[in-house]
């Protein structure tokens, strides 16, 4: 059997799953290589050119040794007092090449490379930045996570994390850092739940006040997470005085030990602090409503940071933005809002 790089096929979802724990080191039963998160992340229709593949794989003696999905997105410059600009963009995910297919790997990418001019990667392996590295991709930005604890008692649930009188040590620790000052919203929004995003949240960006870089956020991919195989995800307008001002995709992960809850996006029509801190605080509350121990959100522009410090959520670690775009086209000197919406850090 030759070598060979081609599309990925919906039959090559069981062998790709497999395929995906064992070069990862990961269990068997990982999110984001589960069958049907699989399929609904390749094949679930997003948007984008319809002639891209939804990924690459890549064929050793009929078995495969690496692989690439790709998410076709575009990157836009907007608001007030800027050049409207879009730059299409392909966001590789679940980039990976086992041992036995050394070589493939820069194989891959090259076939990727010449897909699109800029490519966005948010986290990579060692061995995939390593490579990248190689190849043109630089370090964009950090991406700063911020975390609030909203269940402090979630640690006694947790056999592993010591003895009784530890965790009962721990979570009291947590009570007392959640007495974190917090500031309260002048404003009130209402958070209204939809099925299917439309006009509404097209509208929110057509009238984008502030100077923004971000990743398109049309009704078409907003959608797609809604249909996420697994009931996680929420979808709201974020309503100030009966008009929209924004949009909110919420998840919440049950895991083994705590239960995960995620701003995977909030996007507004305008900086002001008061409408972000009521929309932040707003989600966080939905986000207790719905079961979750803590909540985490990413904070790339000053407004989001702002509204997640004055509500009690503090920054625990962060992820580098990587982009390949030799020709310069990703405007400069804008903040740049990227979210959970950018990987599948929403769901795992």
């Not at 699989?38 to 094949?43: D, I, Q, S, Y």
């Not at 078995?63 to 963009?89: D, F, R």
């Not at 008692?153 to 947790?158: A, I, S, T, V």
Request: hydrophobic share 40%; aromatic share 8%.
């Amino acid at each position: 059997m030759t070598d060979e790089i081609r599309a990925i096929a919906p039959e090559d979802v069981p062998s790709l799953s497999q395929f995906l724990t064992e070069a990862f080191g990961v269990s068997s039963d990982a999110t984001f290589a589960a069958p049907d998160i699989l399929r609904w992340k390749l094949f679930d229709p997003m948007g984008g050119p319809p002639e891209l593949p939804s990924g690459l794989v890549a064929i050793k003696g009929g078995q495969i040794v690496g692989s690439i999905g790709l998410h076709p997105t575009t990157i836009l410059q907007a608001g007030t007092g800027v050049a409207p600009k879009k730059i299409p963009a392909i966001h590789p995910i679940d980039w990976v090449v086992s041992e036995s297919g050394v070589g493939m790997g820069a194989r891959l990418l090259m076939r990727v490379h010449r897909m699109a001019k800029v490519h966005l990667a948010i986290g990579l392996t060692p061995s995939s930045t390593a490579m990248g590295q190689r190849t043109g991709y630089v370090i964009r930005q950090q991406i700063p996570v911020w975390r609030r604890l909203l269940k402090p008692w979630y640690r006694l649930r947790n056999r592993s994390g010591g003895g009784w009188a530890r965790r009962v040590l721990g979570s009291t620790r947590d009570a007392a850092g959640m007495l974190r000052l917090r500031r309260s919203p002048i404003t009130h929004v209402a958070l209204e739940s939809v099925s299917e995003f439309g006009h509404d949240a097209e509208a929110v960006i057509e009238r984008l006040a502030m100077p923004l870089c971000f990743t398109r956020r049309d009704p078409s991919l907003l959608n797609h997470f809604l249909r996420f195989p697994r009931p996680w995800f929420e979808g709201w307008m974020i309503r100030r005085g009966g008009s929209v001002r924004g949009f909110l995709i919420l998840s919440v992960l049950p895991q083994p030990l705590v239960t995960r809850g995620k701003i995977v996006d909030c996007f507004l029509d305008d900086p002001d602090p008061d409408l972000w801190l009521a929309s932040i605080q707003a989600a966080t509350e939905e986000l207790r409503r719905r079961g979750a121990d803590l909540a985490e959100c990413f904070a790339t522009t000053p407004w989001i940071t702002e509204a997640l410090r004055n509500s009690g959520y503090r920054a625990v670690f962060e992820i580098p933005c990587y982009v390949r775009d030799r020709s310069g086209l990703i405007p400069q000197g804008l903040p740049f809002h990227l979210t959970q919406l950018e990987a599948d850090y929403a769901y795992t």
